[in-house]
């Protein structure tokens, strides 16, 4: 079958078919472009912030650094040269009091890298455009408590090798002056055998000041040390002059461990840790005690309360005589606070533990919103609690428990609260407390961080608390005491030769 195919029917276009030629309006300026080839080390920078928010009054410092490594290891045909590379960049600031902001120039092989930008200057008067190439540089912000951390695992490894180091040298030196000793002991009272062996130790010792022999009846000139020898022998003794002391060492360690300051130089345990540096003379005058004064005086029970702790000592500190009735019952009440405090924390699977919203910790808490801020700004300032601030706030409960009970503790109740074991073997191996402990704790080991000596009860506070010799065995005493008992760095013994 044959036919004629249809032709396609003609679409009318109201496009003309020519293009208009664009012509510019009278009066337009003509703009003149030129490209600025700046070789400086120093060009504009084109700054991105993704996902944050930059504040306008932070400053940020420039540094540079050139990468002397080349960037291609291809091997280059005779007569071309590895292409210089280009500085790096780098805007740093730390005048945020919680964020260090950090710009670089992204790398890699992304699409992005590969680009290239330009800021342009359009001068109106001459009607010139003058073109620069830019650096493109990211923003980004890290939380400065992370910082912290890191760079406090750093020091405490530092600080650990440089002990280990310092021991390992006294050691040697201690070898050295006891073989010196036993020398000289049997060259004035051994035999003559033993006189002949130590003579011909002395002989034969290799000595840099010494000829050595070459051949029987010859001998070399000593050795004679070069600039390079004579330079680090005086560089390792210049280092080691300047080296921390075991004492100055230990009042490191001390510091970074996360519990309340002590006085040391204390004549009393009450003056140890006082009251205005644990609690606060604001948070004291916040704190209101009525209620449980007038609840006592009826002879009823204070109701509400979750710390066993608290309830066993409210009645006698309230029912108590003297001056400081007040302020024990007002210490008491904070250590329900903070107690409180701890219990309502979120414990995730992973990471640290997190403080829940304010309006269920006011909850919680059941007191004025200022304490509730104090608490959390004192204790958990980023929201959320690491080890070394759960140590911390735990270190803290237990200093004001000496307050209350009059500088010796029955951890028990602590002990149950907390959730935590009473036992003592803890092998305290790290130079930070708070890396030092596990989530399985023991409450004894907390007070003794705080300069107390725990002991198992005595057999007068044994009758004294009507314990028997099965119940006494879960009881631990802690006693603050002058002079303060506080745990000694360990080093790890250096590995005997065999």
Known sequence: ???????????????????????????????????????????????????????????????????????????????????????????????????????????????????????????????????????????????????????????????????????????????????TARQNLGMEFGT?????????????????????????????????????TKALLDAMADSTDHMATRAELQSAVDEAKPRPKANLAAKTPADVYPVESLVGEETMAALTVKDWQDTVEAGEAVTGLKSRYVSQRLQKVATSSGSGKVVRLKVLRYISLLLDFYLTLNTGARGPKRVPQMVHLKKALGVQGSLVDTIKRRFAPESTLTKWHIDNLITHIAALSLLVDNFEVDVYHLKEDLKLDNKQSVPYLKASFSQALTPAIRIAQYYHEIGCQVKLPTEAERNRAKLSKAEASVHKIAKLKIPLDFPKQRMIKAAKRR
């Open 1 to 179: 079958m044959t036919g004629k195919k249809r032709k396609r029917p003609i679409e009318e276009d109201d496009r003309p078919a020519k293009k208009v030629a664009l012509e510019s309006p009278p009066g337009a300026a003509t703009v003149k472009i030129s490209f600025v080839d700046d070789h400086s080390e120093w060009n504009p920078v084109i700054a991105s912030t993704p996902g944050i928010s930059l504040p306008s009054n932070i400053p940020l410092k420039a540094y540079q650094k050139t990468d002397l490594k080349p960037q291609s290891t291809a091997i280059l045909p005779p007569g071309y040269k590895a292409p210089t590379p280009k500085p790096e960049l780098l805007l740093y600031s730390s005048a945020h009091p919680q964020i260090n902001y950090t710009g670089r120039e992204e790398g890699g092989n992304s699409s992005a890298s590969h680009l290239k930008h330009y800021v342009g200057v359009y001068d109106p008067k001459t009607g010139e455009l003058q073109v620069i190439e830019a650096k493109k540089l990211t923003i980004r912000g890290t939380l400065r408590k992370e910082d912290q951390e890191l760079r406090r695992e750093d020091d405490e490894q530092k600080l650990s090798v440089s002990l280990s180091l310092i021991f390992a040298i006294r050691r040697a030196n201690r070898g050295q002056q006891n073989q």
């Open 192 to 228: 003559k055998k033993a006189k002949k062996a130590i003579a011909s130790q002395t002989e034969n010792a290799i000595s840099p000041s010494k000829p050595r022999a070459t051949s029987p009846g010859g001998s070399q000139t000593p050795a004679i040390q070069d600039a390079a």
